[in-house]
């Protein structure tokens, strides 16, 4: 029986050995084609944000296009405003000589500091250079 069990015994330590043995050739294959495999993967993951990043980029540019052409569109309408209230003021300021000369006199009375300037006959202006030494400036 002794001799048997030393069989059996030897028998599993070769076992062993191939399984070791068989393990170490798996191993030796399977890992360069893992890496190979895991590369891949990376490469796939990179190319995919890649091309997520760039559709982002696409749709921030779109966003302030719209933008930029809505805050123009935003600046036309003022100007348009702006150039048809001056039409109106302009067309009832027309031929109103009295509203004028009263807006001329109210406008002199808020601002003491002011030189005007009053033509004559001759198109001179009344010089009053002695106004401000009077002020003590």
């Not at 191939?18 to 993967?41: C, S």
């Amino acid at each position: 029986m002794k001799g048997q069990s030393d069989m059996v015994a030897a028998l599993a330590v070769i076992f062993v050995i191939v399984l070791i043995g068989a393990g170490i050739y798996a191993l030796m294959v399977w890992l360069p084609q893992y890496g190979v495999y895991q590369q891949e993967q990376l490469g796939k993951a990179e190319k995919a944000r890649a091309d997520y990043n760039r559709q982002i980029a696409i749709v921030e540019a779109q966003a302030k296009e719209e933008a930029a052409k809505a805050l123009a569109q935003a600046e036309i309408n003022r100007a348009e405003g702006v150039a048809k209230a001056n039409a109106i003021i302009g067309e009832s300021l027309k031929g109103n000589e009295a509203y004028l000369r009263y807006l001329w006199i109210m406008g002199m009375q808020t601002n003491e500091m002011q030189v005007v300037y009053v033509p004559t006959e001759a198109n001179l202006p009344i010089l009053e250079a002695t106004r401000f030494d009077s002020l003590g400036k």
